[in-house]
């Protein structure tokens, strides 16, 4: 399948979505995991970059892009869903050579956040302006998510997500993802782009449905489903050290 009907069947999935029945992505960090969530039936796949980190011995945002993108890639070879990459801010890349590279690992779309490698936000015109560049080089062939990461970095007044948003969509971004943002909050962010809202499951939080209702098309997880994953493990491992 060509990049750009892999990246048109990503876009598919997002769109004409009933209220209360967002797209759940889960996020692999392994070709194994990848394997597990496509034979269980899920049509996509969203690489979150702090799972792949820690399944390769990194801490959040220190994984080499050349590890990184190795990893996508053996994600992507190991399914035949589309798969969404978690690339961070793209490792200071040019757009063209950051789509190249993420159309070298197979993956359909890209998730690109906002925030600085000082753990500062981005001036979001500026970053509005690089996604336009990645969307113009990309095309087609690239399913584009635009991380707002303000919730992340304390800054809790929607207005500045929304105009973020609203930046984002406007540069081409196929879908916007105000990760960490309240749900009390989805109904205004939904309401300021035409674009799907991506939204951050969180244990106790409100159920898929329930975030569809509020406003998001698409529900992923960050890195929890490996946190999920390693608990069941160190019960495992505990088990194993009382026999």
């Not at 197979?106 to 001036?123: F, H, I, Q, T, W």
């Not at 303000?150 to 990760?179: F, H, K």
């Not at 674009?195 to 098309?217: C, H, M, T, V």
Request: aromatic share 6%; charged share 20%; glycine share 10%.
């Amino acid at each position: 399948m060509s990049p750009e009907t892999q990246a048109d069947a990503l876009r598919a999935l997002h769109s004409g979505r009933s209220a209360g029945d967002p797209l759940v992505v889960p996020g692999p960090w392994d070709a194994a995991s990848a394997r597990v969530f496509e034979e269980a039936g899920f049509p996509t796949l969203a690489t979150p970059s702090a799972g792949i980190a820690a399944s390769l011995g990194y801490e959040d945002g220190s994984t080499p892009p050349e590890e990184m993108f190795a990893a996508v890639t053996r994600i992507v070879r190991a399914v035949s869903v589309p798969v969404t990459a978690d690339l961070e801010d793209g490792y200071g890349l040019a757009p063209k050579e950051l789509v190249a590279r993420v159309l070298e690992t197979g993956a359909a779309g890209v998730n690109l956040e906002d925030s600085d490698r000082s753990g500062g936000l981005k001036d979001p015109r500026e970053q509005a302006a690089w996604l336009a560049e990645v969307r113009a080089e990309a095309g087609p062939r690239l399913f584009v998510n635009a991380r707002v990461d303000t919730y992340v970095r304390g800054v809790d007044d929607p207005d500045a997500a929304i105009e973020r948003t609203r930046l984002y969509t406007a540069a081409g971004a196929d879908c916007v993802y105000p990760i960490n943002a309240p749900a009390a909050h989805l109904p205004l962010l939904r309401a300021a782009t035409d674009a799907p809202l991506n939204a951050l499951a969180l244990p106790g939080g409100p159920s898929f449905a329930e975030l569809g209702r509020l406003g998001a098309a698409r529900i992923t997880f960050g890195h929890g489903l490996l946190l999920r994953t390693l608990r069941g493990l160190a019960d495992l491992a505990g088990e194993l050290a009382g026999d």
